[in-house]
């Protein structure tokens, strides 16, 4: 993601919800205060996009500018896939492995693209988005800049990993290094499992159950 310059005048402890959040953010380790503030900064991730508010968005770019977004993604880490800072850990999840390895995923995207049209047509995407739409997709939606579908959004996410983990699962049959094969084969389990969870994630954004 872009660097932002820095807010003038922005507190050293920015506050997005009160103390919860950022103590949390910050090495707090009352468990219960962890999940509220996973919740709370997911939610004000994905309502800011939604509804625009200003002051909601500086002081969401003031805890991640002054933590840094890896360190306000750790507070979604250990919620379940079905909840909403669980679905955004998987989108960070995804946008970490394109930024880790973009010249091994854009390999299986391309080849899965030629054998997976029944996985595109499953997440309900005619054309899945190639990984520089999803980092494109991903730092919107975790700058709290994303508003449109939010369901639409995680599909076409889920469509991209449902796409590279038929590439990779190909490339691993191919493979003759064991160990490159058991990488590729492991990359292909995780991103499968990822589509799915991603697929359950907008069916309950759409009944209004995901938070």
């Given amino acids: 993601m872009t660097?932002?310059?820095p807010h003038p005048g922005r507190p050293r402890r920015p506050t997005l919800f009160g103390p919860v959040a950022a103590d949390?953010?910050?090495?707090?380790e009352d468990p219960a205060r962890r999940v509220d503030a996973a919740h709370d900064t997911a939610a004000a991730l994905v309502q800011h996009g939604?509804?625009?508010?200003?002051e909601t968005a500086a002081r969401l770019v003031a805890l991640a500018d002054e933590h840094g977004l890896d360190e306000v993604?750790?507070?979604?880490?250990?919620?379940?896939?079905d909840t909403l800072p669980g679905t955004l850990w998987?989108?960070?999840a995804?946008?970490?492995g394109i930024q880790r390895d973009p010249v091994?995923?854009?390999?299986?995207?391309?080849e899965g693209r030629r054998r997976a049209p029944v996985d595109e047509a499953v997440a309900g995407v005619a054309e899945p988005p190639g990984p520089e739409q999803v980092l494109d997709l991903a730092d919107q939606v975790?700058?709290?800049?994303?508003?449109?579908?939010?369901?639409?959004?995680?599909?076409?996410?889920?469509?991209?990993?449902?796409?590279?983990a038929t590439g990779a699962a190909v490339l691993a049959d191919a493979d003759e290094d064991e160990a490159r094969a058991m990488l590729s084969t492991r990359r292909a389990a995780d991103l499968a499992r990822t589509a799915r969870q991603l697929e359950v994630a907008a069916a309950r954004w759409r009944d209004g159950t995901l938070h």
Avoid: H, N
């Fill in 24 to 28: 949390a953010v910050v090495g707090g």
């Fill in 73 to 81: 993604a750790r507070l979604w880490a250990d919620r379940p896939a």
């Fill in 50 to 54: 939604r509804q625009g508010d200003p």
């Fill in 90 to 92: 998987r989108i960070y």
């Fill in 3 to 5: 660097a932002r310059p």
């Fill in 142 to 164: 975790l700058a709290g800049l994303f508003t449109g579908d939010f369901a639409v959004a995680l599909e076409r996410a889920a469509a991209f990993c449902r796409v590279v």
């Fill in 94 to 96: 995804v946008r970490a």
């Fill in 104 to 110: 091994g995923l854009s390999e299986a995207f391309e």
